[in-house]
């Protein structure tokens, strides 16, 4: 009989990371980890990033808050990132035959240089950094490298979060933002073999709760 195929996203991984066990229960039986409302500014202030980025884009220059603080141009071809912004649109994909499974990705925006394509992120936080700030989306950052390599585009083993959280607000609504660039090294190999070991483990008996999930010992508290 064969393998029911399966596709999974940047954001999977890192919950697999953090979780097996709410992995394999969103996926396999569709129980996923309670939350509350969702807010809607980071999704209204990422639309608004976007359209900044393009309009920079279309005059082929770059925003002047990153200028001479990322290496390469904004990716030139509006139409085809557009579908790369799109979990349903998006052809950005790796593909693996033998566990007949793929890991796909929608991009927030990319950097070309020299031929080589270079992920970027936009994040919004509500204070400054801290030096583990991007450990957390390590991850995501390998994986789009892995999904660029794979579809024809090569990568340079980096990619950019570019952070922006509130400095002031000024007089008629307007708001202040700080921007600041991250570089981080990518490693391939590593979104590879992250994603094949969660595969396997969708394919296997439910695995124990990770020590750490806040989740997971919630549910274990009722149930004493």
Not at 20 to 44: D, H, Q, T, V
Not at 147 to 153: A, Q
Request: hydrophobic letters at 40%; proline letters at 7%.
């Amino acid at each position: 009989m064969p393998m029911k195929r399966i596709v999974l996203s940047p954001s999977a991984l890192s919950l697999f990371l953090e979780c097996p066990l709410c992995f394999w229960l969103e996926k396999n039986a569709g129980i996923k980890r309670p939350r509350g409302i969702f807010p809607s500014l980071p999704g209204g202030m990422d639309a608004a990033i976007k359209a900044y980025f393009d309009g920079y884009r279309i005059r082929g220059e770059l925003p002047p808050e990153i200028t001479g603080k990322v290496r390469g141009k904004l990716f030139p071809e509006s139409k085809i990132l557009a579908r790369w912004r799109s979990w349903r649109t998006t052809e950005l994909r790796y593909e693996d035959a033998a566990l007949n499974a793929a890991l796909s990705g929608a991009l927030d925006d990319c950097l070309v240089e020299d031929g080589v394509h270079i992920p970027v992120d936009y994040k919004t936080r509500g204070y400054d950094l801290k030096e583990d700030s991007a450990t957390y989306y390590q991850t995501q950052l390998d994986c789009y490298c892995l999904i660029l390599e794979s579809s024809g585009y090569a990568t340079g083993g980096f990619a950019y979060l570019i952070y922006y959280w509130p400095a002031e607000v000024r007089e008629g609504g307007l708001v202040k933002f700080n921007v600041r660039p991250m570089k981080i090294e990518t490693n391939i190999a590593s979104a590879k073999k992250t994603f094949q070991d969660a595969v396997r483990l969708l394919r296997s008996p439910p695995p124990p709760a990770a020590s750490v999930c806040e989740y997971c010992a919630l549910v274990a508290q009722r149930k004493t």
